[in-house]
């Protein structure tokens, strides 16, 4: 494995924000090579190498507090990883994920997944009774943890260092 190779094992588009995670309770598996995950592509023209990991298995899922699958969601951690000799900048990617029926999904927001927390019955239920008068509900349901841990896994358009 060349040189380059072992020097892009940290590489985590999420790397600036696992830094700060250990202090908001999220502390998720270190990341590997973006080349050693099953679903990667490689960009040579670039330097590029992308790679998706689903947080799909329950083992994997116990890295977040919330539980993101019983609301609808499936957490991926997006890795890139930079053998150029120049910083690439994120701050106009746009990240789809194709599935292999070719239908495309673009990531939750923050408001997505603060409105799916605060209302976990609109998960899986689509058409209830609605009430004629609105009764009293806790103004903030969503717990401070949970906004935390939300605001620290979100994507966020830090650049990727040369050679990482």
């Known amino acids: 494995m060349p040189v380059k190779l072992k020097h892009a094992a940290s590489l985590v588009l999420l790397l600036a924000i ?14 590997a090579p973006p080349m050693t995950y099953p679903a990667h592509e490689t960009h040579d023209d670039e330097k590029v190498t992308i790679a998706v990991d689903p947080f799909d298995a329950p083992e994997k899922a116990a890295a977040f507090q919330v539980k993101y699958n019983e609301l609808g969601f499936l ?11 120049r910083p ?59 906004r935390e841990e939300v605001s620290v896994a979100l994507f966020r358009t830090v650049p990727v260092t040369p050679h990482s």
């Open 18 to 31: 696992v830094a700060f995670a250990a202090d908001k309770g999220f502390n998720p598996p270190p990341a």
């Open 75 to 85: 957490p991926v951690r997006l890795i890139i990883g930079n053998d150029g000799d």
């Open 88 to 146: 690439l900048m994120l701050d106009k990617v746009k990240i789809q994920l194709v599935t292999a029926g070719n239908e495309k999904i673009t990531p939750a927001t923050e408001d997505d997944i603060f409105r799916r927390l605060a209302r976990p019955e609109k998960a899986t239920a689509r058409s209830k009774v609605q009430l004629p008068i609105p009764l009293p509900h806790d103004k903030n349901p969503i717990k401070k943890e949970a």
